[in-house]
């Protein structure tokens, strides 16, 4: 069977359904998604709007390089200290 693929947008308006009152199965089947599915992505993004799904993903991404800064940063500094105890 082939995975489907959601964006986050998707997910957010297919929760918003469900809140709204329809039953889970009537969602699930709809969406050719899973009961777990359902209750996974309710637990992800319980509450959130396209807005904040925006923004989330904005911040994960400036998390991802200012880690990948810190890294290079540090390999940095690792190397400069291997060649200033060299020279001593």
């Not at 925006?54 to 810190?70: H, W």
Request: aromatic share 10%; proline share 0%.
């Amino acid at each position: 069977m082939k995975k489907k693929n959601f964006t986050e947008s998707q997910i957010v308006a297919i929760l918003k359904q469900y809140e709204v009152g329809r039953e889970a199965m009537d969602v699930c089947r709809e969406y050719g998604i899973s009961k777990a599915t359902l209750y996974n992505w309710r637990k992800k993004y319980n509450g959130m709007e396209s807005s904040h799904l925006k923004e989330l993903k904005a911040l994960q991404d400036e998390n991802r390089r200012l880690k990948q800064m810190y890294a290079e940063l540090s390999l940095d500094y690792k190397l400069a200290k291997e060649i200033i105890e060299k020279k001593l």
